[in-house]
Every structure is written in C-alpha cells, then in structure tokens.
C-alpha cells in the first residue's frame, strides 16, 4: 500500500506515526513546503530567543528513519489528478498513491489594505520560514505595528517585546483575544501588556500604507486618520486553508475541504484532516483528526465525532486561561460569573446545560468543564453554586475513563 501525506505539521505527523503502527509494510511518504518540522504554537519562544529553530520540532531528529517514512522536505504540491492518483511537485515530481491525506494547514490572510500585499516589511506568522523573516528584518526595526490582536498577533507582539522591541498592535474590536475572551478577561492581559510597553489601538481598523521607496510600509493609516509609523508589519488577522492545488477531481472546497465523518473528501481514497479541512484550528484537533483520517486510510472505519471543542488556553506574563465552548452569551443565556484578586470565572449556562466556560487565574478543574459542555449534562439541580463545582462531585471514573457524574 502506497501512502502520501501532504504536510508535515500536527495532522501530518500524527497520521504518519499511526499509519506506521497500523501497517507495518506500508510505504509512507511525506510531501512538506516545510524544510523542517515545527510546533507553530512555540514560534513565538523563536521569536523571542528562548528557542532555536531546531529545539521547536515535536518528532524525534530519528522519526522519519526510525518510522520508515520517505520525507520529501521542501517540496509543495501544486496539483492532484485523483483519477491517475497522482500528486505534482512545483519542481516537477510525480508521486503516485493508494490513499492520499491532505494536511496542509492553513495560510496567513493578509487583507488587501493599501499595500500591505506588496511590501517588503510585511509578514503573516504561520511558519517558521515566516519567524526566520521577521526576526531578521526586527534587528533593525525600531517601531513594529501588528496588526489583530487574537492569540497569534499576540504570540508576535510577547516574542518580540521578549527581545526589547516596540510594538503597536492595531485592533477592530473594542477588546483584546476578541475570539477567545470577554472584556474582563481580555482586560487583564491588556493591562500586562502595555505594563511592558505596548500600545494598543482598539476599536480601529488599518485603513491603509504609506510606502517609502525601497518598497516597505513606513506608516499605517488608521480608519480615523491617526498615522503609525514602522519598519516592519505583522499582520495577524486570520488564516485561510490552505488548498491552492488541491481541487482535484471530486475534491469540494469551501471554508476548508469538505469531508464525511471519516474524514474522506469527495475523492475516493482521497482524505483531509487539520486546518485545511476548516473544522476547528487548534492543534490537538489537528492532531486527532490526523489519527482518525490514517485509521480510515489503512481500513479501519472510525468516525471523527468531536466536531465540537473550541478550546483554547493562553498564558502571557504568567496568567493563564482557559475558555472552551460559547464566548459571547445569547440575550437569554444565564451568565454567572464571580472575581476576585486571583481568579475570574464566568460559566454560561443554556437550557439547563452549560455552553461556554471561561476561567482566569486557576484553571484546574479545566476537565470538568470541558465535559460538562461536551457532553451537555444537565446542571439544573445542582444545589451548590456552579461556579464551586470541582473533582469531588464526580464520584469516580467510568471503565472506559469518562467521568461519571454525580448529581444527573
Ligand atoms: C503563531 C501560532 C500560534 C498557535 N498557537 C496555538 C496554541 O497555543 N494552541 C493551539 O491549539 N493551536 C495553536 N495554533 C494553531 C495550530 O498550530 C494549528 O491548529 C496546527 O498547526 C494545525 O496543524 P495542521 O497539521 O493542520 O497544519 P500545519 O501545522 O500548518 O502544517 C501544514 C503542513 O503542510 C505543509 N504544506 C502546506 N501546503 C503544502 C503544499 N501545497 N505542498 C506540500 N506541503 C504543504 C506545510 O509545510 C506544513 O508542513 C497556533 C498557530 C500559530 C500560527
């Protein structure tokens, strides 16, 4: 059996590594842009200097020889013929598969304002090949503007203040971490970060540049006028999946690539898995939807269930926080929240069941949460204050490991 993997990231990596405890004969082969394999959520400790490229990998230096997986680094496959089941290389290689993973991530979008796709200082942070730029242009950059303020324009701004760099960072919400927190908690890291010296600008879009002549953005025009200056741009305002080449025959692309519960796209033996397929962009989703997709490709049926599951955890300056399910409440939603000097906790509860939890400060009794939403128990008849909620009110573990719930 013939495997191809496209993409050497969490969904890649962890596809290859069950193929090859699944079938020990197979042959696996693993196509990347990437050059080297690399956790994008620890770019920002390159950023920073407190990681070299190489210490941000998460194999093994011995993984693909040890696992009997052909890697072609470097490569980016620009076409599919899923009839032929033929993968092309930019540089001309043809592979042929049996089954084939699409795992290729996801791409920064930059937004066409003023000339922020043509220049020269501008950068989206996704790759490492992408930290490597920034940090090279930051030696000389004295002012830095990013722009979007969610977990990865945060990522860049915390690296390169780690490094002593100014940054200015650019927001159309009225808060921070818009998508992962409310005003409260959001407010709580705004606090730390202009503490250590960054200046936000919230509630305000990029409108457009102003180029000097070798080509970069010296400046960004705000929607009120107001004018930043800056020798180098980061912009951090979302991603898009990244499908170019990949519209073989059968294959439909929406958000991401559309796939069924086994994670098999409209092509035959043709699956997707990670950000490309749009369902969640989160690491550990990337990495369970790797796995499901490889069972599938060495035949063993299992359906990817956890569609839900927007979880995310943030740690700046020592504070850390978790937020899983609903961030914004419905007017008819029942909000019950409580802070004090060391912790913020808000629960959002919906017909009875909880659907969002957001904790700040000490974020321990994160599992009960996240089972409570996910698998929606009712907390109608809870007799203590749901926000004391810990451990003890679960009276044990279910054989297969699933919390068994007390008070249902
Ligand atoms: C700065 C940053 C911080 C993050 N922090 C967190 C966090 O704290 N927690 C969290 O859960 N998630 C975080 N994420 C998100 C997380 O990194 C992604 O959800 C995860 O990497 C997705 O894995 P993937 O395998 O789908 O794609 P990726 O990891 O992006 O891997 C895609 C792979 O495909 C290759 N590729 C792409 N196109 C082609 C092509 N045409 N041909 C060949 N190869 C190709 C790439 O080279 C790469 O090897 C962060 C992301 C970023 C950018």
Redesign the pocket.
Known sequence: MQYVI???????IMAAKTIRKTDAQGEITV????TQVH???M??KFLSHERSAESISFIDADFFEKNKINWLKG????KLDTVKKTVFTEDGNEIGYDKLLI????ESFIPPVGKLREANNVFG???LRDAQAIDEMAKNAENIVIIGSG??GL?AAYGLMETGKKVSIVEMAEQILPIQLDKTGAFEYQKRFEKAGASFYLGRKAADTLMNDEGNVSCIVLDNGEEIPCDLVIVAAGVRS?V??MDGEGIVIDRGIKVDDYLETGAKDVYA????AGLS??????QKQ?ETAALNMCGKKTAYTDRYAIK??INFFGLVSMCIGVIVPEETDTVVAREDSKEYKRVIIRDGKVVGVLLQGDISHGGIWQYLIKNQISVENIQKNILDLNFGDFYGIKENGEYQWNMS
């Open positions: 496209l993409g050497a990231g969490a969904a890649g196509i990347s842009t990437d956790s994008r959520c770019l920002h490569k980016t496959v620009n795992a290729t991530g996801a942070l996704r790759h977990l990865v990522d990244a170019a080449g898995a990670g950000d490309v962009g989160i690491w550990p989703n990337a790797g995310n955890t």
